[in-house]
């Protein structure tokens, strides 16, 4: 791939590394997007944001777990966290333990907390169990939704009597999509998304590995050779050649097509803390079996399409499903049905924000990303011009 040149700062025309000072390149095809892209193919915020703040002075702190935080009595907020060192790799030990992790603690104006659906909620829970922070909204926890995330597979794919070679693991993890329209445009309920997934090569492997105990034959046949060579004390052999044969021509995965739908499910999971003081969700997928039957009945078709099983992911049997897209639990409302306002402030504190895919009151449809990107840059200037007018009034 071709390597992309250093980060221009804005306003400015200089030129800078990322804060990794590691070469980049554009993409290689190789489907690794949704497991960590080796290359740096992908505009990450270590690459894009991150390393601008770097440049700029920002104190970046990796490894730090906030524990707890509370207000500050003179204004702003008092953070408590523990350092994962190095150091502490490769054993057991205790998380807990003050001598192990001691807390460190630093204090802050504004608070941004962007830990992800998961982990803000959860932070936020904990503060109000503890009474670290009094009066959070009443909403809070609320309004979870998995985004209308569902997987299922097309399998066994062909085409006049012979495999459709589908070959999933060449190329970014998607590259194209189905759009179902929902009641407000013309649609018939609720509407969604169908993504092809793809994947890293290793998974073919992994993919192949797993119908070896399907094929007995070849399994004892290369499980003979291989004791018929040591007996006959000839332990020579293409041992590539024969894993391939054991893995067939690799029919298996190379029609196998992944496939990701997403769009309007409801958004009514409660977040709450168990009796361990742990993340619980309570969520159902009957509410949301319209969109769900609507999805299922599309996928069909498109396997169908292919000429392909139509293979439901085997959670589905225990009525559980897979998201990648969690969304909710800081929902945005006002200060009765929400727990921040359109500018990403908690209601009730002040100096407290929330910037991450727990502000959605609901599903976005689509990948959300790009939404929770274009919120959180929507939210970072709210900051600034509240910034702005604090220092104009205390100037004045």
């Not at 196998?256 to 769009?263: E, F, R, T, V, Y």
């Not at 009796?275 to 069909?300: F, I, P």
């Not at 897209?325 to 402030?345: E, F, I, K, N, T």
């Amino acid at each position: 791939g071709e390597q992309i040149p250093d980060l221009e700062v804005p306003g400015t025309g200089e030129r800078i590394p990322n804060l990794h000072n590691m070469p980049r390149s554009t993409c290689r095809l190789v489907g690794e997007c949704d497991v960590g892209c080796t290359i740096g193919a992908k505009n990450t915020l270590d690459f894009n944001y991150l390393s601008l703040a770097a440049h700029h002075g920002a104190d970046l702190r990796t490894r730090c777990e906030v524990r707890s935080f509370t207000r500050r009595p003179g204004g702003g907020w008092l953070v408590r966290y523990v350092e994962h060192r190095d150091e502490g790799e490769g054993r057991r030990r205790d998380t807990h333990d003050e001598r192990e992790l001691p807390l460190r603690e630093i204090a802050c104006k504004r608070l941004v907390l962007s830990a992800g659906t998961l982990g803000t909620t959860f932070l936020l829970l904990q503060a109000r169990a503890r009474s670290d922070v009094d009066g959070l909204p009443a909403a809070l926890g609320s309004r979870f939704s998995g985004n209308g995330d569902l997987l299922t597979f097309a399998a066994n794919a062909s085409r006049g009597g012979e495999p459709w070679i589908i070959e999933a693991p060449l190329g970014p993890s998607i590259t194209s999509t189905v759009r179902v329209p929902d009641s407000a445009d013309g649609g018939d309920g609720p509407g969604f998304y169908i993504q092809e997934g793809g994947y890293p090569a290793f998974a073919s492997w992994m993919r192949e590995v797993l119908e070896i105990p399907a094929q007995g034959r070849r399994l004892a046949e290369f499980v003979f050779g291989r004791v018929w060579r040591q007996l006959r004390n000839r332990p020579d052999s293409n041992i590539s050649a024969e894993i391939a044969k054991l893995l067939s021509g690799g029919e298996s995965s190379a029609t196998l097509l992944p496939m990701l739908g997403m769009g309007r499910d409801t958004p009514d999971g409660q977040m709450s803390l168990d009796r361990d003081g742990g993340l619980a969700l309570d969520w159902t997928v009957e509410t949301s079996e319209q969109y769900l039957r609507r999805v299922n009945e599309t996928m069909k078709r498109l396997a169908d399409a292919l000429g392909a099983d139509w293979v439901q992911s085997p959670l589905r049997h225990l009525d559980r499903l897979i998201t990648v897209h969690p969304l909710g639990g800081c929902p945005m409302g006002d200060d009765q049905h929400g727990v921040v306002d359109a500018y990403g402030r908690v209601h009730g504190q002040p100096g407290l924000h929330v910037a991450d895919g727990s502000v959605m009151p609901g599903p976005v449809g689509p990948n959300p990303s790009f939404t929770i990107a274009a919120l959180a840059d929507r939210f970072a200037t709210a900051i600034l011009e509240d910034h702005e007018r604090e220092a104009v009034g205390a100037a004045t």
